[in-house]
């Protein structure tokens, strides 16, 4: 199977599939051909009789061999690596969990996330806006923490990260209406 064949049957770019076969200890695709077995004449004991073409089986076996055990390290090594990338990118998240008066929603966040990104899952699910809301956590001393900031909201999920948590609670509480105060004196 041709490189380029290899690549869109195993749904990879050709520089990927070139490093996959190094890792794997393939110096190129496709490996180099067992040499093959030429055709031979049997001989013909009648005279009448047209020659017939006999293939050394055996040798193309082992070439078919070669060719279906390579795709299947590729597929293989393909696989392991679209594995290892989910792993690497599951490592890259944390998943929180907003309780909101009766209701919990659940999603995911990269570690790299911002407050304006924790707010717009907020908002997508539960319909409340940014400014209508407070979101705290409980650190490690179980005191609530307010998160106001992008710097906040980092040093919530490395606290998280820190004692080996993948999943962070937080509390989404409503910001009390500011009523009419009277400043006369």
Same mark, same amino acid.
């Given at each position: 199977?041709?490189?380029?064949?290899?690549?869109?049957?195993?749904? #990879?770019? &050709?520089? %990927?599939?070139?490093?996959?076969?190094?890792?794997?200890?393939?110096?190129?695709?496709?490996? !180099?051909? $067992?040499?093959?077995?030429?055709?031979?004449?049997?001989?013909?004991?009648?005279?009448?009789?047209?020659?017939?073409?006999?293939?050394?089986?055996?040798?193309?076996?082992?070439?078919?061999?070669?060719?279906?055990?390579?795709?299947?390290?590729?597929?293989?090594?393909?696989?392991?690596?679209?594995?290892?990338?989910?792993?690497?990118?599951?490592?890259?998240? #944390?998943? &929180?969990? %907003?309780?909101?008066?009766?209701?919990?929603?659940?999603?995911?966040?990269?570690?790299?996330? !911002?407050? $304006?990104?924790?707010?717009?899952?907020?908002?997508?699910?539960?319909?409340?806006?940014?400014?209508?809301?407070?979101?705290?956590?409980?650190?490690?001393?179980?005191?609530?923490?307010?998160?106001?900031?992008?710097?906040?909201?980092?040093?919530?999920?490395?606290?998280?990260?820190?004692?080996?948590?993948?999943?962070?609670?937080?509390?989404?509480?409503?910001?009390?209406?500011?009523?009419?105060?009277?400043?006369?004196?």
């Amino acid at each position: 199977m041709r490189r380029n064949d290899a690549a869109v049957e195993l749904r #990879v770019s &050709i520089s %990927a599939l070139k490093r996959i076969c190094w890792d794997y200890g393939i110096g190129r695709w496709p490996p !180099r051909n $067992v040499k093959k077995v030429p055709f031979q004449l049997l001989p013909v004991e009648n005279q009448g009789q047209t020659p017939q073409l006999s293939v050394d089986l055996l040798s193309n076996q082992a070439l078919a061999s070669v060719n279906h055990s390579s795709k299947e390290i590729m597929g293989t090594a393909v696989r392991e690596k679209i594995t290892r990338k989910s792993a690497f990118q599951d490592a890259e998240m #944390v998943t &929180i969990r %907003a309780k909101f008066e009766n209701n919990t929603i659940k999603f995911r966040l990269s570690l790299s996330s !911002r407050l $304006v990104e924790l707010q717009e899952e907020v908002t997508k699910r539960l319909n409340l806006e940014p400014k209508d809301y407070y979101i705290k956590y409980k650190d490690e001393e179980d005191e609530l923490i307010l998160i106001t900031c992008d710097d906040d909201l980092q040093d919530c999920i490395h606290s998280f990260r820190f004692l080996g948590n993948t999943s962070i609670g937080v509390l989404l509480e409503l910001k009390q209406p500011v009523t009419n105060l009277n400043l006369a004196h």
